[in-house]
């Protein structure tokens, strides 16, 4: 995945400053590939390659409709490109599902859209097959964020393969999309026993 | 403990007699031999011997078990048997935890902190000595001391500066440990054994059982250590290291209450050691602790739940990260991952050491119970439970009931939110890993050059340096910490400039404080004193230094959360001074570093001479910037010197020197 500029925030709340994952979480890329390919069972994460990427700030004042005012400006942590003239790439997995072979042809470019301040021009991004692959496995620092029920389409069984979780939640819109639910995730510093594409470093091999 | 006599047995007693100068009382015509005194002459000093159990404690290298029949103390007990056993049980685990073995180098005298070599030295000429007990009449009276002496608590305060000064082990490596730290991680340890060990009978033989394991030998409940022999120790605990972590963001001021709640758990769990409020029955042993780490000894999990002991901070939303050894008690190591490799090289592979020896080492975190799904709204603060509308000043909020709760601990200082001007956060941070690396690297150091080490072989010395066992250094290096804190704060408080504006929002958390002023110099004087402070008490460890000093400086109304996750960013080795003006300006320093900028950009103009070599570097890259400075090095000789010399870049000079000048225009206009 290619990207010119790209926010998908931290849930950190009610400050003026809002900070930027590096990482792309389940919650974010479902939501992405169900609106933009109608996946609805294709379990997917990114995570963006270190060194084409930089944290820039964007400052903009919300406008409140109702009073007519602007509000409190905000700060937004985003990416962008390290060089000029460069874009930030990220890698995609999803889950090799029927449905998901059917819906991505090699060499096939597809924009989609994910992340904060879209109308801005954020988070327009370029998704292309590459290839399947057979990860493999090892234990490891997770590098991204997953609920946990998204886990064991990656094999992760979170009773057996979880050595030392990080907890967080993501959220989980219902069918109607217009509410949902937070679940439990699995969040960076996880140690975990799962696919090697989704682990950090290696970690010391603890007794379980 | 009491005994049946309801006189105390304390165990840490059985070395007083290493803090008696026995060259000095042989001189004085005394024979004395050893640093116990179960075989002394009474009549040489015209007084009878103790009377109290805590003198049986002077037998605690003779009494290996409990089966043993010669050479015991006259009307000593099996309950007393048991004690002495027990306590050279807790002796043995606290040095098989907290300090190296192997060839002993020469004998010196004092202790020598892997720090801060020279502290013996300071404190002699300061008139303070090891011995508490150098003439006859001295050792009268330390003998008539075991007689008396009530609590643990009445010998540590009573011979505070001997058990300071006093090394462990008088050998050169050896003596890096303060015996103080060494008995006070023993009575600990013992503590928790004879809480969960039991006198029984079998076919009249007394024995100790813990466990359903039964034993009447110091071996058979150790059992050997990892290079030494096959024997399986019966008696399992545990070892445990845990970083004590908080899921909140900090968002308003009385958010900081999260430190003073994780202060008062982390007390409620010291004090929840004493079983039924008996400070002699301890059920586990916190052995030392900081603000967001603590270190344990447990029984094993079966016996014990790290859940329930550490269930304080749990229930109120605090989650911990740690690492757990569970292993036969001479197995027990603070370097759980080089023992468990040690295992695995004797035995061959993992499964192998399993079937011979109990060893488990685990990296596992405990949370508070967490629901699997949390309905919207998300509490704004921790983003774990589901929160609730909170409205205040016209804004509203989500948060949960414990967040809420949290807030209602009160505002941690008034007077922060009554000013309106620049603000200096200042955080001071030990991180516990980076102690371990630095404390591997000194005692390497001190086997490889100190004074002393000259007759003992390489490969001994490399034995040496692999033996080593940090804890009880670590203990000590802490405690160091603490007072390091006090010092500081007492050096803030001091100074005119300062005294008046500085704060800590939650007073008894000394590692966070604010001062209230305009002026850029003035928190550069507390960075100056910080550091003065630093060198004076850990010389040695200053170029891989664990402690830093954080410095955030803007307006007061900039959020609490953004300088907080600027605090919890990972720590460096060596970094001492991380000082930021948030999305303006960061420099990291060492300790040269920082004294070579305050002392060459006192004087002169540099300003626009380093504007105009960043501008260079950005554009044209190092290497151009450098031949500008070459170029112009007559004129500003000092940018050259602290760019060679000290490994500084332009672009860190730059911050620096915009750091420290006194342009309150700039300083005020990029905060929010």
């Given at each position: ?46 995570f ?101 029920t ?59 | ?10 165990a ?14 042989k ?50 007990t ?21 300090r ?126 990892a ?35 994780r ?14 409020g ?18 344990l ?93 909170h ?7 989500w948060?949960c ?60 010395r490399e034995a ?27 050096s ?6 300062i ?9 008894e ?91 060459m ?54 911050d ?14 990029h905060?929010?």
């Amino acid at each position: 995945m290619t990207t010119q500029a790209i926010a998908i925030g931290e849930r950190v709340k009610r400050g003026v400053f809002r900070p930027c994952l590096e990482t792309i979480p389940t919650s974010t890329i479902i939501g992405c590939l169900r609106e933009h390919f109608g996946l609805e069972g294709a379990v997917a994460i990114g995570f963006f390659d270190s060194g084409t990427y930089q944290k820039r700030l964007f400052t903009y004042a919300p406008f409140d409709s109702v009073i007519g005012t602007a509000k409190l400006p905000l700060t937004l942590e985003y990416l962008a490109p390290q060089k000029v003239g460069k874009e930030i790439t990220a890698q995609v997995y999803v889950t090799a599902t029927p449905e998901a072979r059917s819906s991505f042809a090699k060499g096939e470019v597809r924009v989609v859209a994910m992340g904060a301040l879209r109308s801005k021009g954020f988070g327009r991004c370029q998704l292309q097959f590459v290839e399947e692959v057979q990860p493999g496995r090892k234990v490891g620092y997770l590098r991204g964020s997953l609920r946990e029920t998204d886990a064991p389409a990656f094999g992760i069984d979170p009773e057996r393969d979880v050595v030392r979780p990080v907890y967080g939640y993501l959220f989980r819109p219902d069918s109607y999309h217009i509410g949902g639910r937070y679940e439990r995730a699995l969040t960076a510093g996880t140690i975990l026993d799962g696919p090697d594409f989704l682990m950090d470093e290696e970690a010391y091999p603890y007794d379980r | 403990m009491k005994t049946s006599n309801q006189k105390p047995y304390i165990a840490e007693l059985h070395d007083i007699g290493k803090l008696a100068d026995t060259e000095a009382l042989k001189k004085a015509g005394l024979e004395i031999s050893g640093h116990t005194y179960h075989n002394f002459d009474f009549k040489q000093l015209g007084i009878p011997p103790p009377i109290s159990p805590s003198w049986w404690g002077q037998w605690s290298d003779s009494i290996k078990s409990l089966v043993a029949v010669s050479g015991l103390p006259s009307g000593i007990t099996d309950e007393g048997r048991a004690y002495v056993m027990l306590t050279k049980i807790a002796d043995t685990i606290a040095a098989c935890v907290s300090r190296p073995w192997g060839e002993k180098g020469e004998d010196t005298e004092g202790v020598r902190p892997l720090w801060r070599p020279n502290f013996y030295n300071e404190m002699r000429q300061r008139g303070r000595s090891w011995a508490a007990f150098s003439t006859p009449d001295e050792l009268k009276t330390m003998f008539d001391f075991i007689d008396r002496c009530e609590s643990p608590q009445e010998f540590f305060e009573g011979y505070r500066d001997n058990l300071l000064l006093t090394a462990e082990d008088k050998s050169v490596p050896f003596n890096c440990i303060p015996l103080g730290t060494h008995l006070d991680l023993t009575g600990r340890i013992f503590r928790v054994l004879c809480h969960w060990s039991e006198l029984v009978y079998q076919n009249s033989n007394a024995l100790l059982e813990y466990d359903g394991q039964r034993i009447a030998a110091v071996i058979q409940a150790a059992g050997n250590r990892a290079t030494d022999g096959e024997n399986r120790g019966k008696w399992v605990f545990r070892l445990v290291a845990c970083h004590i972590r908080f899921p909140q963001s900090l968002v308003r001021l009385q958010d900081l209450n999260v430190l003073r709640l994780r202060r008062q758990k982390i007390e409620e769990i010291i004090q929840n050691q004493k079983v039924d409020g008996d400070a002699e029955r301890q059920a586990y042993a916190v052995l030392f602790h900081t603000d967001d780490y603590l270190c344990l000894f447990l029984p094993k999990e079966t016996q014990l739940p790290l859940k329930q002991a550490m269930a304080p901070l749990t229930a109120e939303g605090f989650w911990l990260d740690y690492e757990e050894l569970e292993a036969e008690l001479n197995l027990l190591t603070s370097t759980g991952a080089g023992t468990r490799q040690q295992l695995v090289d004797r035995y061959g592979n993992r499964e192998r050491v399993r079937e011979r020896r109990y060893f488990e080492l685990r990296h596992r975190s405990l949370w508070p119970e967490l629901a699997e799904e949390v309905k919207t709204p998300l509490c704004d603060i921790c983003q774990q439970r589901q929160g609730e509308l909170h409205l205040k000043n016209q804004v509203s909020e989500w948060l949960c009931p414990m967040c809420s709760k949290m807030r209602n601990l009160g505002e941690p200082v008034r007077a922060l939110s009554e000013w309106s001007e620049s603000a200096v956060w200042l955080k001071v941070s030990l991180d516990q890993v980076l102690l371990l690396e630095c404390l591997e690297r000194l005692f390497g150091n001190y086997v490889d050059n100190g004074s002393g080490m000259a007759n003992v072989a390489e490969n001994d010395r490399e034995a040496l340096k692999e033996a080593f066992r940090p804890l009880a250094a670590q203990t000590e290096f802490v405690q160091q910490y603490h007072e390091l804190l006090d010092a500081f704060q007492a050096s803030l408080h001091s100074m005119n400039s300062i005294r008046d504006t500085v704060l800590y929002p939650i007073p008894e958390y000394k590692e966070l404080a604010v001062i209230l002023t305009d002026q850029t110099e003035i928190p550069f004087l507390a960075l100056d004193s910080f550091l003065k402070l630093l060198i004076e008490r850990f010389p040695e460890c200053l170029e891989d230094c664990p402690i830093r000093l954080s410095a955030s400086v803007s307006n007061i109304k900039f959020p609490y959360h953004a300088h907080w996750q600027f605090f919890e960013e990972q720590q460096e080795a060596g970094v001492i001074f991380d000082i930021q003006q948030p999305r303006v300006r960061r420099t990291k320093l060492r300790a040269q570093q920082f004294q070579a900028l305050r002392k060459m950009l006192k004087r002169g103009k540099f300003s626009h001479f380093l504007h105009r070599l960043a501008a260079v570097e950005s554009e044209a890259g190092e290497l151009m910037s450098m031949i500008e400075a070459l170029n112009r090095r007559q004129e500003f000789p000092q940018i050259q010197a602290l760019m060679k010399d000290y490994g500084l870049t332009f672009s860190q000079i730059l911050d620096f020197h915009r750091l420290t000048e006194t342009d309150k225009r700039e300083s005020t206009a990029h905060a929010q």
